[in-house]
């Protein structure tokens, strides 16, 4: 019985792989921009309050618009950060970012329209985006959280804010439009609105 030592492929002198550096003005403006489309959404659905069951309004579209610019601000920075991790949950970012095009899309089409009922094929396969969108929001919140590239409370508040959708329908449930829009309005504020100043006034990262 013999053995042999076989030379290692891996160099220590070799560069190690790690994320790109935080961009501080990029992080900066997607924060400002998180926040706000969180606050003018969050405000525009506690005036428009059980209106939007009788049909589209305008309010409620516009302010739409200025949130989903704003998560995609977000989704853009994790998705240039790889905050997502480097192996295949690289392309949840990347699919978020098709998604919430896709929401943009639907509300800048609607405008017009009475109804979500009177779409046509086109537009009812775009609102879609919409779910789907906040679906995948929960889903890179886990990602980023499991990753813990992110640290302390922005670790967190991703995952939390991607729990907006099914805590609203939960609350749509047992609670009825008006208690869903209140929560809806609180939730977007302590998690998407939070996370976007955290990240507007800390753009770089810590361990805060």
Same mark, same amino acid.
């Given at each position: 019985m013999s053995s042999r030592i076989v030379p290692s492929n891996v160099n220590p002198a070799d560069p190690v792989a790690t994320p790109?550096? #935080?961009?501080?003005?990029?992080?900066?403006?997607?924060?400002?921009?998180l926040a706000i489309g969180a606050t003018a959404w969050a405000i525009g659905t506690v005036i428009v309050g059980d209106k939007i069951q009788e049909g589209?309004?305008?309010?409620?579209?516009?302010?739409?618009? /200025?949130?989903?610019?704003?998560?995609?601000?977000?989704?853009?920075?994790?998705?240039?950060?790889?905050?997502? $991790?480097?192996?295949w949950t690289r392309i949840i970012p990347a699919g978020l970012l098709v998604l919430l095009s896709g929401a943009f899309l639907l509300n800048a089409l609607s405008f017009g329209?009475?109804?979500?009922d009177d779409f046509p094929l086109p537009l009812m396969i775009l609102d879609a985006c919409w779910p789907l969108g906040q679906l995948g929001m929960l889903v890179?919140?886990?990602?980023? #959280?499991?990753? $813990?590239?992110?640290?302390? =409370?922005?670790?967190?508040?991703? /995952?939390? =804010? $991607?729990?907006?959708?099914?805590?609203?329908?939960v609350a749509q449930i047992f609670g009825g439009s008006t208690v869903s829009v209140y929560v809806s309005a609180a939730?977007? /504020?302590?998690?998407? #609105?939070h996370l976007g100043l955290r990240l507007a006034l800390h753009p770089t990262p810590s361990n805060r």
């Open positions: 790109p550096p #935080a961009n501080p003005a990029r992080t900066r403006i997607a924060g400002i921009l589209i309004q305008t309010l409620d579209t516009i302010t739409g618009m /200025l949130f989903v610019v704003g998560l995609f601000a977000f989704v853009w920075t994790v998705m240039a950060t790889r905050g997502a $991790g480097d192996g329209y009475a109804r979500h890179l919140g886990i990602a980023i #959280a499991v990753r $813990g590239r992110s640290q302390g =409370a922005n670790r967190w508040l991703p /995952l939390l =804010a $991607g729990m907006w959708f099914p805590v609203t329908m939730w977007l /504020l302590a998690t998407h #609105a």
